[in-house]
């Protein structure tokens, strides 16, 4: 299969299929006239990524995942580990956004946004 419905069937762009292919996270055969040639493990392995990612793994983490997959002999620990270490990191984003939403809807709810120059955001952010 070429990167065209590799990139259709997998819904990753060929861009980012490519960039896959030189960081080492795929490795397509080659036709004869130097053409990639994706097979369906290629594919398997692309939608695991697409998956990965989307779940906001780092490419390394995918990496790691992508080779614990691989092993039949891995231990569930292993990979558990190293989906709790990222949901304790998604944990920390989110009580920082929630932070971030209250000073700001804070400072929202203060400033009268009217004509006067008097504005407790602008206030703020000059420290």
Do not use: W
């Not at 990191?89 to 004509?115: F, N, P, Y």
């Amino acid at each position: 299969m070429n990167i065209s419905d590799a990139s259709r069937d997998s819904g990753l762009p060929a861009k980012t299929i490519r960039y896959y292919e030189d960081i080492g996270l795929v490795k397509p055969g080659r036709l004869e006239n130097g053409y990639r040639d994706y097979s369906d493990d290629d594919l398997h392995k692309l939608r695991f990524l697409q998956r990965s990612r989307g779940l906001g793994f780092s490419v390394e983490d995918c990496r790691v995942l992508l080779s614990l997959y691989e092993d039949r002999n891995r231990a569930s620990a292993d990979v558990k580990q190293i989906a709790k270490t990222h949901l304790i990191e998604i944990e920390r984003k989110i009580a920082e956004l929630q932070s971030l939403q209250k000073t700001l809807s804070h400072l929202v709810d203060e400033c009268q946004g009217d004509h006067r120059p008097h504005c407790p955001i602008i206030n703020d952010l000059a420290g």
